[in-house]
């Protein structure tokens, strides 16, 4: 071995030191060996990341936008017009039922407002508790106090419409002036209020559930399970929402179900997984039951999996200090109920 390959012995050096070069790794070679090189290490974290092209923003008069105002408009102006116009016939035919047509028109008017209020409140409420859950994941990630803080004072305000979580808001609002980090303070909220509500939730799924199982399981066409199974859905994302603060109107329950959709689309979780299912053939399960009671048993685990989907969507706070429900639990419930009913 000559003297280049002989490991160099361990040595102390200062950085100031003017026999201390820092060079890059083709540059060794060029420095005699008198000097202490040091070729530092590119760190991961520092190297540059590849920009992501953009979508082109466009730009420019949205002609559908324009067609869909317009249509929108004559729609509102033809339907008042032919009011004005069936409240002066009335009139003209008898003084009476021009008044109750006028009365009518009133109050049909007054409700279509109280609609339209109702359905903005529940947009306006679901839109919170989205923000709250996206706030809330980022403090357990950046651990600030004051907008923990801020966040447990409004699920605080949320929960206020809700008579059994009293003890819970009381409990959490006596920690409001304690020294407690952001991420911790959210874990706490989320043990005080959403312990209550988690169980709750589970039972609903798994009520749920349990009901599309049996009602498919005897039910004499197809048509009628499918029908079944989306009114059933329907309500039980409703609950749901309802249980964790949110009030959804029409349009609510439809900005909802595409949240949930998208959800499953993300997870995966249109159909039972294939262990589960493995699991349930391998016990032998599928052997005992007849083909419609299969089928009807498939279709409350995929009723409980839109549920646990519907969960995440309209819980105000992440999973982080409780455990999120899973679909293994809940078909053995299910199971469960089955096997007490043979």
Known sequence: MNDRSKPRRPATFRL??????????????????????????????ALPVPIETALPVRRGFRWGALFWSGVAGLTLLGTGLGVVRLIEDLFARNESLGFIGLALAFVTMLALAVVIGREAFGLARLATIEKLHARAAGVLLSDDRKESRAIVKDLIAIAHQNPQLARARAALESHGGEIIDGADMIRLAERELMSPLDAEARRLVSSAAQRVSIVTAVSPRALFDVLFVFVASLRLIRQLARLYGGRPGALGMIRL?????????????????????????????????????????????????LGLAAIDVTRPLPFAALPPPKLSDLATDLLRKKEDED
């Open 257 to 305: 179900l595409r949240h949930v959709i998208a959800h499953l689309a993300i997870t995966g979780g249109l159909a039972a997984s294939d262990s589960l299912v493995q699991q349930m053939l391998g016990h032998g399960i599928a052997a005992k039951l007849s083909q419609r009671l299969g089928e009807g048993m498939l279709n409350g685990l995929l009723t409980a999996r």
């Open 16 to 45: 100031d030191d003017p026999d201390v070069i820092v060079t890059e790794a083709d540059e060794t070679s060029r420095l005699g060996r008198a000097t202490i090189q040091i070729t530092p290490e590119h760190d991961p974290q």
